[in-house]
């Protein structure tokens, strides 16, 4: 199976700054990298896929980047609405596992 | 409006069963890979199991904490995906989501869209 390890677990950040969420897999798995928003008490959304791809209607202030083993989501200028918790998660083989998650608060 | 809609969950003993149904709507349902991801209290993503598209003879996948007790099925004349568990243990407590796959070029690269999920509860 491959696993994936997300950090940090959890990051405070303020409005306006740039954060990086970092998941590394425990084999490489090419591009075969999603990234999932979650808000409380609401289902995932699809933020990006295939590592870099920007699914359609997110803002451009979320960017991803990184192949094989190692993968970035970038959020730039943190607004209100990005307070959430990410996931990566690997669809090279199965099962497809997720990463346990980062949790972004205000600081 | 592309749309799914799970119900089914509900409160059930260990060792019981209960069957999971997902509405699916505004798309062409026998075209995607169609997949159950769970949740359980305060914890994280957990992939379950997956039924493929027609191109691919709608074969299934299952995580290894699933096969054997779970069974993921289609209803093509309702547009609806199902996720039949049997033998629940407690662990099994959590809000399951339907979820549907995006395909680029025939390659699947993740889950575009998300029911809003219906929760069991395993307990006695």
């Known amino acids: 199976d491959i696993q994936l390890t997300q950090s940090p677990s959890f990051l405070s950040a303020s409005i306006g700054d740039r954060v990086a969420i970092t998941c590394r897999a425990s084999q490489g798995i090419s591009d075969y990298l999603a990234w999932y928003q979650q808000k409380p008490g609401k289902a995932p959304k699809l933020l990006m896929y295939?590592?870099?791809t920007l699914q359609s209607g997110v803002p451009s202030r979320f960017s991803g980047s990184g192949s094989d083993t190692d993968f970035t989501l970038t959020i730039s200028n943190l607004q209100p609405e990005d307070f959430a918790t990410y996931y990566c998660q690997q669809v090279k083989s199965y099962p497809l596992n997720f990463g346990g998650g980062t949790k972004v608060e205000i600081k | 409006e592309v749309q799914l809609v799970e119900s089914g969950g509900g409160l059930v003993q260990p060792g019981g069963s209960l069957r999971l149904s997902c509405a699916a709507s505004g798309f062409t349902f026998s075209d995607y890979y169609m997949d159950w991801v769970r949740q359980a209290p305060g914890k994280g993503l957990e992939w379950v199991g997956r039924s493929r598209n027609r191109g691919n003879s709608y074969t299934t996948e299952y995580a290894a904490s699933a096969k054997g007790r779970f069974t993921v099925s289609r209803d093509h004349s309702n547009y609806s995906l199902y996720l039949q568990m049997n033998s629940l243990r407690i662990e099994d407590t959590a809000v399951y989501y339907c979820?549907?796959?995006?395909?680029?070029?025939?390659?699947?690269?993740?889950?575009?869209?998300w029911g809003q999920g219906t929760t069991v509860t395993v307990s006695s």
């Open positions: 295939a590592a870099s």
């Open positions: 979820v549907r796959g995006i395909i680029v070029a025939g390659i699947y690269y993740g889950m575009d869209v």
